[in-house]
C-alpha cells in the first residue's frame, strides 16, 4: 500500500465513523424527544444498533468516494 492509499483509507475511516456517530447521536436525539419512554439498556443497545449498521452501509459509499478524490 503506498502513501495515497494508505492516507485515502485513513481519511475515508474517519469520514464514515464520524457520519456513523452523528447518525447515532441522532437517534438517540429521537429517543429523548419522541414522547416514550425508553430504559437505558434499550437506548443503548439501539445506539450500537444504529452504529454498526450506518457503518455497514458507510463503508462501501464512502471508501470509493475518498479513494477517487485523494487518488483522483
Given at each position: 500500500?503506498?502513501?495515497?492509499?494508505?492516507?485515502?483509507?485513513?481519511?475515508?475511516?474517519?469520514?464514515?465513523?464520524?457520519?456513523?456517530?452523528?447518525?447515532?447521536?441522532?437517534?438517540?436525539?429521537i429517543t429523548w424527544v419522541d414522547?416514550?419512554?425508553?430504559?437505558?439498556?434499550?437506548?443503548?443497545?439501539?445506539?450500537?444498533?444504529?452504529?454498526?449498521?450506518?457503518?455497514?452501509?458507510?463503508?462501501?459509499?464512502?471508501?470509493?468516494?475518498?479513494?477517487?478524490?485523494?487518488?483522483?
Amino acid at each position: 500500500m503506498n502513501d495515497l492509499e494508505a492516507k485515502a483509507a485513513r481519511q475515508a475511516s474517519v469520514v464514515y465513523t464520524v457520519l456513523s456517530l452523528a447518525i447515532t447521536f441522532i437517534f438517540l436525539v429521537i429517543t429523548w424527544v419522541d414522547g416514550n419512554t425508553y430504559t437505558a439498556v434499550a437506548r443503548v443497545g439501539g445506539m450500537v444498533w444504529v452504529f454498526i449498521l450506518s457503518m455497514i452501509v458507510f463503508m462501501p459509499i464512502v471508501i470509493p468516494v475518498v479513494k477517487k478524490r485523494i487518488m483522483g
